[in-house]
């Protein structure tokens, strides 16, 4: 992978890279799929210097895509408190919660 300050970077990620990258991630890689994920993480890298190109100094920050906002439905509360049933068939709970097995000693 290249490195450079300049704002018309480009970075090469090749097959060993990428197997680099893999066995960080503890994922496991042919040699096949590694210099196909190259190819195709180049291409997305190409897109991104692409972009990085295009001047958006006029453009304002758009909050939503949609011209008008969206209706928010009424914040209340649509179901009841089922606790007592949910809990009726649990092998044990104590003051509302669940008691299960310690599985760390």
């Given at each position: 992978?290249?490195?450079?300050?300049?704002?018309?970077?480009?970075?090469?990620?090749?097959a060993q890279t990428?197997?680099?990258?893999?066995?960080?991630?503890?994922?496991?890689?042919?040699?096949?799929?590694?210099?196909?994920?190259?190819?195709?993480?180049?291409?997305?890298?190409?897109?991104?210097?692409?972009?990085?190109?295009?001047?958006?100094?006029?453009?304002?920050?758009?909050?939503?895509?949609?011209?008008?906002?969206?209706?928010?439905?009424?914040?209340?509360?649509?179901?009841?408190?089922?606790?007592?049933?949910?809990?009726?068939?649990?092998?044990?709970?104590?003051?509302?919660?669940?008691?299960?097995?310690?599985?760390?000693?």
């Open positions: 992978m290249s490195t450079s300050s300049d704002a018309q970077q480009t970075t090469d990620l090749n990428v197997s680099q990258i893999a066995h960080l991630a503890r994922l496991s890689l042919n040699d096949t799929q590694s210099a196909e994920y190259a190819q195709s993480l180049n291409k997305i890298l190409g897109m991104m210097e692409s972009l990085k190109g295009i001047n958006t100094d006029d453009v304002e920050p758009l909050k939503s895509p949609f011209d008008n906002p969206q209706p928010l439905r009424a914040d209340v509360v649509t179901e009841s408190n089922h606790r007592d049933e949910y809990q009726a068939v649990a092998p044990a709970t104590e003051a509302g919660l669940y008691l299960v097995p310690r599985v760390i000693e």
